[in-house]
């Protein structure tokens, strides 16, 4: 049978299977997809797939303890593995050896904004007894030194004094071999702006050719109505996504290659969701990349930084619009995509009916959307420029997405909260319809898209023939029975959803990014009728 060509996960493979490990559990995502093909093809052990990864791994515990042979448990990157700390900390004071295999990112993309990154090496120390990081390469070198290191781990885990320990996988491209000899790139020296502003603008500001192609790309931040107001009136290609709060439409824009290149671009705010924006801009030739703001590192995202300018944001896109220095065609041809994309025919879509919802909400409201599919399809929103739009994109993970929503709710007073999230995240994240003291102002929409549906149009793991077994797994959530449980009026039918005085749970069925009935057939349009 085919398998992936990952070097590193084929040593792991056949160390795991050479230290008695016979299970192991798996929790889905894109970045540990070359970990689970391998494992599922290889003939070596028995999986067990496990939707929630703090489950997955006490599940793993209970099989180390019945079999008394180590278990491996294997999850994707960033908050996911956090939550393997509660079963390895039972582990640790237990001596089970349960491995938690963890994949990551590649150790040049840690901090620098992209989805789903956090610093995974020796996250676990606390808890484990030995941690390996494994980066993604095949030179004989690298995987004699793969071979040393897990071999050390795997001896931690099943030696003298038995425990858990961590393998960090990382991926470059999960399903994507390597080249072995690395791209040479020149050397590009970073500069932080600290003094002035005024000087700081004038000079980096000064040393942008005239007639450049500039383009501006503003993300999750909190900007004032009056800020949020300028920056909708400057003179400038603006992509901003919804999290941005600047109401500064782009319609969920996601083919940029009919643009010329911008030679710089300006950014602000956290982690652009866009992977096909950020793809564009890292084949740009010569791209030059100003980064606005505070923050404790170099956020490389598009691997051309050049400067740092710690300011609020405003300041410097106003002087940056007052000198004149952007292409007008530029911007006047970055204009004409966002129009091809408002113009595209929507009936009946995802977003259509966010848009419905969150007008009738108010333009106070409080709307969180929940990342996977939920958060690209916000993007195609419009919503009001006074409504406030939160996402956990700090780890862009799919959990919390309820609970975070609901705290706002909290405390935000009248003003309506609506979250917008799909089947699997709500699933992640039940426990928090519990919680004592919801307020009649939240409201909880519910994309049921027979579970995690990003798997089914990401490269990553679109053709895999493992995708519904190992990837999507649909979760069994009864949502009828939870809403009656915890006290939720439920709703299959967005028809007076907002208006119900109380909280609420709309349950749609979605299909190939449009909303149907229960019974799959009548289609909701724009005005849903």
């Not at 040393?148 to 885990?157: C, E, H, M, S, V």
Request: charged share 20%; with cysteine.
């Amino acid at each position: 049978m085919e398998t992936i060509d990952k070097p590193t996960v084929h040593v792991l493979a056949g160390l795991l299977a050479a230290h008695g490990v016979r299970h192991i559990v798996v929790s889905p995502g894109s970045r540990c997809a070359p970990l689970t093909v391998v494992f599922a093809r290889c003939g070596l052990f028995e999986l067990h797939p496990v939707i929630d990864e703090r489950t997955a791994a006490f599940v793993a515990l209970g099989m180390s303890l019945a079999t008394d042979t180590p278990v491996a448990a294997v999850c994707t990157s960033g908050s996911a593995l956090l939550n393997y700390a509660p079963a390895l900390s039972e582990a640790y004071y237990r001596r089970v050896p349960v491995i938690a295999v963890t994949a990551d990112r590649p150790a040049d993309m840690i901090d620098q904004r992209d989805s789903q990154t956090i610093r995974q090496p020796h996250a676990l120390d606390a808890v484990v007894r030995k941690s390996v990081d494994i980066p993604d390469e095949r030179s004989e070198k690298a995987l004699r030194t793969a071979n040393r290191l897990i071999n050390d781990a795997l001896i931690a885990a099943t030696g003298h004094i038995p425990g858990p320990v961590h393998i960090n996988m990382q991926f470059e491209m999960p399903l994507t071999p390597e080249v072995s000899d690395a791209p040479v790139v020149p050397c590009r020296k970073i500069l932080i702006h600290r003094s002035t502003p005024a000087t700081d603008f004038a000079s980096v500001i000064g040393s942008i050719t005239p007639g450049s192609n500039v383009l501006v790309a503003l993300s999750g931040m909190h900007v004032s109505p009056e800020d949020a107001r300028l920056l909708r009136s400057l003179p400038l290609a603006v992509y901003a996504e919804v999290q941005s709060n600047t109401a500064i439409p782009n319609y969920g824009a996601d083919d940029f290659d009919g643009l010329p290149c911008p030679d710089v671009v300006v950014t602000a705010g956290g982690a652009l969701i866009s992977d096909a924006f950020k793809k564009w801009l890292r084949r740009c030739p010569c791209l030059r990349h100003i980064s606005l703001g505070f923050d404790d590192n170099c956020n490389d995202t598009f691997g051309a930084l050049t400067d740092i300018v710690e300011c609020r944001p405003t300041e410097f896109l106003k002087a940056l619009a007052d000198a004149g220095v952007s292409s007008p065609e530029f911007r006047s041809r970055w204009r004409a995509l966002v129009s091809s994309f408002m113009n595209r025919d929507s009936g009946g879509f995802v977003w259509e009916l966010i848009k419905e919802l969150a007008l009738q909400c108010g333009d106070d409201a409080v709307v969180h959307v929940s990342n996977g599919m939920a958060a690209r399809y916000a993007q195609k929103v419009d919503f009001l420029p006074g409504q406030r739009i939160e996402m956990n994109r700090g780890v862009s993970g799919i959990e919390g997405a309820t609970s975070t929503a609901i705290g706002d709710a909290m405390v935000n007073g009248a003003r309506t909260t609506l979250l917008v999230t799909g089947d699997m995240s709500a699933a992640y994240d039940i426990s928090a319809l519990s919680i004592d003291g919801i307020p009649d102002n939240f409201r909880m929409v519910v994309l049921d898209n027979g579970g995690g549906d990003i798997f089914r149009t990401v490269r990553t793991t679109a053709q895999l023939p493992e995708r519904e077994q190992y990837f999507t797994m649909p979760p069994n959530l009864p949502l009828r029975e939870l809403a009656a449980a915890y006290g939720l009026k439920y709703f299959t039918s967005p028809e007076g959803f907002i208006e119900s005085g109380c909280k609420s749970l709309l349950h749609l069925s979605v299909s190939q990014g449009k909303i149907i009935d229960n019974n799959k057939i009548k289609i909701y349009g724009t005005r849903l009728d």
